[in-house]
């Protein structure tokens, strides 16, 4: 590619974000993101596909007010560059934009063959965004490169509390009967077409348009995947999971692939943040196909379209705190716990809190203020909590308080 074909592409897309630009988007709880721009100064935006990631790296420009160019790799034209390209890439963008441009947001470059080394060259006089739907894209070996020098945050399709902002409920702190109940409308709603921003405003139907890009372009493309209609068909099964344990061994016979298979068709699903593997506190990480998992699914809309088997208030209920949980803690210390005759659904280490969820309406059951204190004396925990439907209180047992909080005040404050 010479610079006269690069400054045509770059120059097509400029134009996209000018328009992009002029838009209003919903604000993102991602807390103070610009502090990750200033040192080290690489800042990479991941998560599931259709997250919000480039219009997250958009509203940032916008906000710092500061002069910057845009590159989506992800581009018809742009398949198949080489290094040599990026080059011309690289001059093309200063004739856009000029040559005193500071900050550049790239969009899906590590499709393109070593970007890693593109990027740290740039990074000594540039503050540069990445944004990607691969978790392991900086992982790789060229990607020591950039080892240490960058931030990361995880970007997850709205959170109940984005998504009050998008229907314009401006109730961040119901107390009124009223607001209450608006809220609770609310959390119905969303717990049944989830938090895809395009999902909210094109149709339910475009959670299956996304979720088959993420099958074909982050999956099946990048692990060249040839057996489709079992690939579907694992996929589907597993997302079927979603809030229980799950067993890839078993999926092996339901889905007629062998294990090693098996094993990467759920690597794949996992590093495009589809779904998440939670494991059991305690265990050791051995190889996917052995350990005891739990598995969450990134949106409550995929839930709703996706799965197979009848819908189950408690445990979409479950998945939605788990995605919060996650989404808080940036994917770290999260846990299940299971003892021989106790469970909880979360242990999350970061917080030292202990998490029980039920959909109770009216009465939390013994056995899950037993597991939370069986499995209390395994970790120490600062907080119990349980979150219900909609019961609220507190209750003492053995000195240790155990707070009950109903699910719409847990996903909007806790
Ligand atoms: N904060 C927001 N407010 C309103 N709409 C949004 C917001 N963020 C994203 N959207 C809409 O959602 C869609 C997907 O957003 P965007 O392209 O930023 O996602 P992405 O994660 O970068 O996608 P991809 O992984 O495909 O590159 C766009 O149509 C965008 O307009």
Do not use: C
Request: charged letters at 30%.
């Amino acid at each position: 590619m010479n610079v006269e074909e690069a400054k045509r592409i770059v120059a097509d897309q400029k134009e996209l974000v000018e328009e992009k630009l002029s838009q209003n988007y919903i604000k993102r709880d991602v807390g103070d993101v610009e502090r990750f721009l200033r040192i080290p100064n690489v800042l990479a935006i991941l998560g599931v596909r259709r997250s919000g990631k480039s219009t997250l790296s958009l509203m940032l420009m916008k906000e710092l007010k500061v002069k910057f160019a845009y590159l989506n790799f992800d581009d018809e034209s742009l398949f198949g560059i080489t290094t040599e390209d990026l080059r011309n890439i690289e001059q093309a963008i200063y004739e856009v934009y000029g040559n005193d441009v500071i900050y550049l947001v790239f969009d899906e470059i590590h499709n393109v063959k070593g970007w890693e080394l593109f990027i740290s060259r740039l990074r000594e006089s540039k503050r540069i965004i990445i944004t990607g739907s691969n978790s392991k894209m900086l992982s790789g070996e060229l990607a020591t490169a950039l080892t240490g020098r960058h931030s990361d945050i995880v970007l997850f399709p709205f959170s109940f509390r984005e998504y009050l902002r998008f229907r314009n409920i401006n109730v961040e702190n119901p107390i009124s009967t009223r607001d209450v109940v608006t809220v609770k409308v609310a959390l119905e709603k969303y717990l049944e077409e989830g938090g895809f921003p395009e999902a909210l405003i094109i149709g339910k139907d475009q959670v299956d348009v996304i979720y088959n890009d993420i099958l074909f372009k982050d999956v099946v493309f990048r692990y060249k995947i040839r057996e489709m209609g079992k690939f579907k068909e694992f996929s589907r099964s597993i997302i079927s999971y979603y809030s229980s344990e799950v067993s890839l061994s078993k999926l092996t016979k339901v889905v007629n692939v062998d294990k090693k298979t098996i094993d990467l068709w759920a690597f794949g699903l996992e590093n495009s943040y589809l779904i998440y593997f939670l494991p059991r506190y305690g265990e050791k990480l051995k190889e996917r196909l052995t350990f005891n998992k739990k598995v969450y699914v990134v949106d409550p809309g995929v839930v709703s379209r996706i799965a197979l088997r009848a819908r189950d208030k408690g445990r979409v209920i479950e998945n939605v705190v788990a995605i919060k949980l996650l989404r808080e803690n940036q994917l770290k210390g999260l846990y299940y716990i299971k003892g021989k005759d106790f469970e909880v659904d979360f242990y999350d280490e970061l917080n030292s809190r202990l998490i029980q969820v039920t959909y109770a309406v009216d009465k939390v059951e013994e056995r899950e203020i037993k597991g939370l204190m069986k499995a209390n004396e395994l970790v120490k925990a600062r907080e119990l909590i349980v979150v219900t439907y909609d019961i609220e209180g507190k209750e003492e047992r053995e000195g240790k308080e155990i707070k009950f909080i109903p699910l719409y005040k847990f996903l909007l404050k806790y």
